[in-house]
């Protein structure tokens, strides 16, 4: 079997070298390091056992919302199977445009086992969301700036002290994330970030905090980007999800730290797009019980630092495929990583995102 990769247009196409008859899955995920760990993990091992399917790859999970609102009224829905985060699976559910999915009739079960809803326990959180990983977006930070006089930034709010962390920053171009840092190094206290974020008063409060520092911000779209921005120095500190930070430390060596500090939990996962003909909903539901298997969400955390949302996986996860290092350190879940975290209001996102999304915009642009 031959694999190749295609990179065009901000898709990547595995292709998969097989006869005439290769039915295509189209497989939206997020690009980089994070899509590399479904590739390895179970993609070309599920692939080398079903020679008939040829993979194509969507890196628009970013966009997946918009896209599937998109391709649900034009009648024409071509992915398979959608990468995304919990709370825009939430929305894809509400909205009627994400698959409902029993666990327990379509997921492994665990190996002593474990029914896979008492497996994935409360991750599952919402009817059409099959969680793979528990993730972090956080901040790191380069170590070399010596603007800085030997000081590293210990807080998150370090990222709003221009003063003392002088350069450029990089923050995601949405209110995810950004809101909710905004508040608490404005005062606000961790448990009424979401109270106050419900107001057009906290709104503002946000939003001017930002403001302080918005002038010196490079904001990013993908994953890939702040990583990019920090090894080549463009920017001294940045957010971004922390698997791509391990990958530029660790695999690539940069001159960088993690800033763990109020780091944002998410959970991260799968949707069915809702009315997928008959044969290509069964190939759906074949490969999502393999991929979401005991030894499958454990075999990712050897190619990045994220938890697997099984709890029959945590013990199996073990030392990174390539580097032969112990990955359980580098997991946003290790205790010594999660004395001061951040958890993120899924359902509270789902309700005010698109609200929230055209109120940031507009901020952006003014």
């Not at 196409?13 to 179970?42: E, H």
């Not at 056992?49 to 998109?70: C, G, M, Q, T, Y």
């Not at 060596?253 to 998410?266: I, S, T």
Request: hydrophobic share 40%; proline share 5%; aromatic share 10%.
């Amino acid at each position: 079997m031959i694999f190749k990769k295609a990179l065009f247009a901000g898709v990547a196409t595995l292709l998969l070298t097989a006869g005439a008859s290769a039915k295509d899955f189209t497989v939206v995920s997020w690009g980089g390091a994070y899509q590399n760990s479904q590739l390895k993990a179970y993609v070309e091992p599920y692939a080398k056992a079903h020679p008939d399917i040829n993979f194509i790859w969507d890196e628009s999970s970013n966009e997946a919302v918009a896209k599937l609102r998109a391709m649900n009224e034009a009648g024409n829905v071509t992915w398979d199977l959608v990468d995304v985060v919990a709370s825009d699976a939430i929305r894809l559910c509400d909205e009627g445009l994400a698959m409902e999915i029993d666990p327990d009739k379509v997921l492994a079960n665990a190996p002593d086992g474990t029914p896979a809803s008492e497996d994935f326990g409360d991750l599952l959180v919402s009817d059409c969301f099959i969680p793979q990983i528990v993730y972090s977006t956080t901040f790191g930070y380069r170590t070399d700036v010596a603007a800085w006089n030997g000081k590293e930034p210990t807080s998150i709010c370090d990222v709003f002290d221009l003063e003392n962390f002088p350069g450029k920053r990089s923050l995601e171009k949405r209110p995810i994330n950004n809101m909710e840092w905004a508040l608490l190094c404005d005062g606000v206290a961790k448990e009424d970030v979401y109270d106050v974020l419900e107001t057009e008063d906290g709104v503002s409060r946000a939003l001017a905090k930002l403001g302080t520092i918005k002038d010196q911000v490079v904001w990013w779209s993908a994953g890939a980007e702040t990583p990019q921005l920090l090894a080549d120095g463009e920017v001294v500190m940045g957010s971004t999800y922390n698997g791509r930070l391990f990958s530029v430390i660790e695999e690539q060596k940069q001159p960088v730290k993690m800033l763990w500090d109020a780091q944002v939990f998410d959970l991260d996962g799968w949707i069915v797009p809702a009315g997928l003909p008959d044969d290509r909903k069964q190939m759906v539901m074949d490969f999502l019980k393999f991929a979401t298997d005991t030894q499958r969400l454990a075999d990712q955390a050897k190619y990045i630092s994220y938890g697997p949302a099984r709890k029959s996986s945590a013990p199996l996860v073990g030392k990174h495929a390539e580097l032969g290092i112990e990955m359980a350190p580098h997991m946003p879940t290790d205790p010594a990583n999660a004395t001061n975290t951040f958890l993120y209001n899924y359902e509270w996102w789902a309700d005010y995102r698109d609200d929230l999304d055209a109120k940031f915009q507009a901020w952006l642009a003014s």
